[in-house]
């Protein structure tokens, strides 16, 4: 039924920037808080953005003034922009929509992997 998808990561050289996608199916979009969350090998899962209902946006420290996160409701899809991407940037990129009558996890989707290497 409901189905997250990521695209858009891959390999990039420091410096560089990419542009990841979640589309998203088996909800009403338009009223789901959307957010990026990223995993790094022997790291917790941590918040890179979200974004509300409303367009309310709100980044974590380390991407502040790099990444762009935005939505287009017409497309049920969701947007993170990266910019000056590095290293410590690598990690899978996960998918989460959150709606109050889902409860305190939401959905996920099954990430895409961001590498940034020379």
């Known amino acids: 039924q409901v189905q997250l998808v990521e695209s858009g990561g891959g390999l990039v050289q420091p410096g560089g920037s990419l542009r990841l996608s979640c589309a998203a199916s088996?909800?009403?979009?338009?009223?789901?808080?959307m957010s990026w969350y990223r995993q790094a090998p022997g790291k917790q899962r941590e918040l890179v953005a979200g974004?509300?209902?409303?367009?309310?946006?709100d980044y974590g420290d380390s991407v502040k003034g790099r990444f762009t996160i935005s939505r287009d409701n017409s497309k049920n899809t969701m947007y993170l922009q990266m910019n000056s991407l590095k290293p410590e940037d690598t990690a899978v990129y996960y998918c989460?929509?959150?709606?109050?009558?889902?409860?305190?996890?939401?959905?996920w989707g099954q990430g895409t992997q961001v590498t940034v290497s020379s």
């Open positions: 989460n929509a959150y709606w109050y009558g889902l409860g305190p996890d939401g959905y």
């Open positions: 088996g909800i009403t979009f338009r009223i789901y808080t």
């Open positions: 974004i509300s209902s409303g367009g309310r946006t």
